[in-house]
Structure formats: C-alpha cells, structure tokens
T-cell receptor
Framework: DQQVKQNSPSLSVQEGRISILNCDYT??????FLWYKKYPAEGPTFLIS?????DKNEDGRFTVFLNKSAKHLSLHIVPSQPGDSAVYFC?????????????FGTGTRLKVLA | DSGVTQTPKHLITATGQRVTLRCSPR?????VYWYQQSLDQGLQFLIQ???????AKGNILERFSAQQFPDLHSELNLSSLELGDSALYFC?????????????FGPGTRLTVL
C-alpha cells in the first residue's frame, strides 16, 4: 500500500521555466512533509520541508505548497536550471504517533533542458 | 557532502552469504536510520536507532539486524542473502529522534547478490 505517491516518474522542462513536481498521500496522520533531491551515485539531499500548519513554504527558487484537504503537495522550482536535473522524492511523517520514520514516494526524475 | 559516511560503496556477494554495512553519522547526531531502495522503488524505512537504542522499526526482515555502538556508528547485518536483497542501502542521521529533525543521508552502499 503506497501511502505516498508520485505519479509522474519523469518530467522534462526547459531551462528558465517552472518545474512542478506533485505528490499525493493517503494517510491523514501525516503532518510533516519534505522534499529530497538525489543525484546519481549520491544519497538524497534535503531540499525543503513544510508542516501541516502551513500551506506554503519558500526557500529561494524552491516553494512547497500543501493542500491538506486534497492530501496533495507540490514542489515548484522557478526558474529551473540544468543543475536541478535529478530525482526528487517527497516524504511524509506523522509527528504525533511516536514513530520517527519518513515514508517516501517513488520519485520523479526531472530533466531540465538547456 | 552530508557528513554521513557509509562503507563499503559497493558489495558483491552470493546467495546465502552474510554481509555487514557500516555507517558513521554526522558529528553530534544521535539518531541513525537505515533505508533500502530497490530498483525503481522509493526508500523503504528499515530501522532507527537513537543513542544506542532501537527507536523505531519498519519492514525489516528477520534476516536483517542492526545495532548502534557507543561511538554512535551503526552496522546493518544482512544474512542468508537472497537475490531480492540486491538494492541500495542508505544510512541517514539526525540530531535527535523527532520526525521534524532533518535526516541527512550518506552516499549509500550498493549491494549485489548473485
């Protein structure tokens, strides 16, 4: 049972345009969400997070939007750069349950075309 | 560089064998997490240790075990290996054990079981 879903395995975007990566979750206990970026032969790198008390969090070119009613979050990258080409994973965690694990999606491979 | 180190980078072994993967967390981090990433899958949480004690358990097989030593490094032991155990194994660390503590990932160990 995939509790965190990234339905687009890949995405191609022109340099300078906006990249939008989507993530859906099913467990209403999730209240903390993160995005990680992964380059080949490296471990995932933390990008940005958002708590369920917010609906938007911004860090430079990266903005995460959270729609709790739809159980949906998205990562916007503006403007996209060739160096952003990587696999992006969203992750979710329930902060109140006493468990400390992240549940990851299967990732979306972003390719930014120069 | 996340500051989390994992050895070895690559491991090739045969079915039925036993291997040990090693992880050194970032300086000052007390929590260590182990994840498995099989082909085209997201990262699956295996187990978490905090300051030497097991804190949370995921879908870890009985053939797998882990421990965290007094110097806070951790080892993941995989025994009676099967072909399906071939995967990338990531270690992550965080300062504390809360879900909202950012987890920093190592570069991973690629295990191939022949």
């Amino acid at each position: 049972d995939q509790q965190v879903k990234q339905n687009s395995p890949s995405l191609s975007v022109q340099e300078g345009r906006i990249s939008i990566l989507n993530c859906d979750y099913t467990n209403s206990m999730f209240d903390y969400f993160l995005w990680y970026k992964k380059y080949p032969a490296e471990g995932p790198t933390f990008l940005i997070s958002i708590s369920s008390i917010k609906d938007k969090n911004e860090d430079g070119r990266f903005t995460v939007f959270l729609n709790k009613s739809a159980k949906h979050l998205s990562l916007h990258i503006v403007p996209s750069q060739p160096g952003d080409s990587a696999v992006y994973f969203c992750a979710a965690a329930p902060t109140e349950s006493g468990t400390y694990k992240y549940i990851f999606g299967t990732g979306t491979r972003l390719k930014v075309l120069a | 560089d996340s500051g989390v180190t994992q050895t070895p980078k690559h491991l090739i072994t045969a079915t039925g064998q036993r291997v040990t993967l090693r992880c050194s967390p970032r300086s000052g981090d007390l929590s260590v997490y182990w994840y498995q990433q099989s082909l085209d899958q997201g990262l699956q949480f295996l187990i978490q240790y905090y300051n030497g004690e097991e804190r949370a358990k995921g879908n870890i097989l009985e053939r797998f075990s882990a421990q965290q030593f007094p110097d806070l490094h951790s080892e993941l032991n995989l025994s009676s290996l099967e072909l399906g155990d071939s995967a990338l194994y990531f270690c992550a660390s965080s300062v504390e054990a809360s879900s909202t503590d950012t987890q920093y990932f190592g570069p991973g160990t690629r295990l191939t079981v022949l």
